[in-house]
């Protein structure tokens, strides 16, 4: 029976999909991915190209999502796009959409998913979940997430700098995740919220691919040198 399913491709590395993604994207009529603009690649796509197999002539479909704020036009793009997915499905097609980490953390998918549900309540829907960038990141570094009774605190790209400095007083780790244009902004932040020189600092940036970069070293160190200015990066402060 056909059907839509959302994978979570992870944070880069091929090697990190899980066998059911390979299966789901091995047996899919059509592979559709996200992307900021029609000349853009796709993120998700250059995760999993090399597990395509060619030889089945898996049709893909770009699936455009501006970078923007504005609300309206991003409702409409969610809508758009979830009708394009529907119809496709409907014409009895199986379809997988892929999302860079896990669909429902930061991810389109969400928003899409909300109104497939809503508006073709008897389509098959299924997802499959993805590794985390800050789990992979915790792995490299060699930093815990969480011990004990920690609180963590996750903050996306789009922040407003006075709630992080509330948040920041009560949690032991920090995760930034998504855009390093801002990572400037909070290493003051941190400080005045309480967070020792000595806290660890990791930072990392295309993670799982071949221009990854990551440091670990204290918050006291800190300089402009260390910090990045790519939209895929994470940072991770941890107090000690």
Not at 100 to 123: A, F, Q, R
């Amino acid at each position: 029976m056909p059907g839509l399913i959302g994978i979570g491709v992870g944070p880069g590395d091929p090697e990190l999909l899980t066998v059911k993604a390979v299966n789901a994207i091995h047996n899919a009529d059509i592979i559709m991915c996200p992307a900021s603009k029609e000349d853009r690649p796709s993120i998700a796509l250059s995760v999993v190209s090399s597990l395509i197999d060619k030889s089945k002539n898996q049709e893909i479909v770009k699936l455009i999502f501006p970078m923007t704020k504005d609300k309206n036009i991003l409702e409409e793009t969610w809508k758009k796009n979830a009708k394009i997915m529907a119809e496709t499905v409907l014409s009895g097609k199986n379809v997988v959409y892929l999302t860079v980490g896990d669909p429902y953390l930061y991810s389109t998918w969400i928003y899409m998913h909300k109104d497939l549900k809503e508006n073709y309540p008897d389509m098959e829907i299924s997802v499959i979940p993805g590794i985390v960038s800050m789990f992979t990141f915790a792995s490299k570094v060699g930093v815990s997430i969480a011990e004990g009774a920690e609180k963590v605190a996750i903050i996306p790209s789009c922040y407003d700098l006075s709630s992080v400095k509330e948040i920041a007083k009560n949690s032991e780790t920090m995760v930034f995740l998504k855009d390093g244009r801002y990572f400037d902004q909070v290493i003051q932040v941190l400080k005045e919220s309480g967070f020792p020189n000595d806290s660890i600092f990791a930072i990392g940036q295309d993670l799982g691919t071949d221009h990854e970069i990551i440091r670990k070293l204290t918050l006291g160190e800190v300089n402009d040198d260390t910090l990045t200015t790519k939209y895929f990066s994470i940072l991770v402060v941890k107090r000690v």
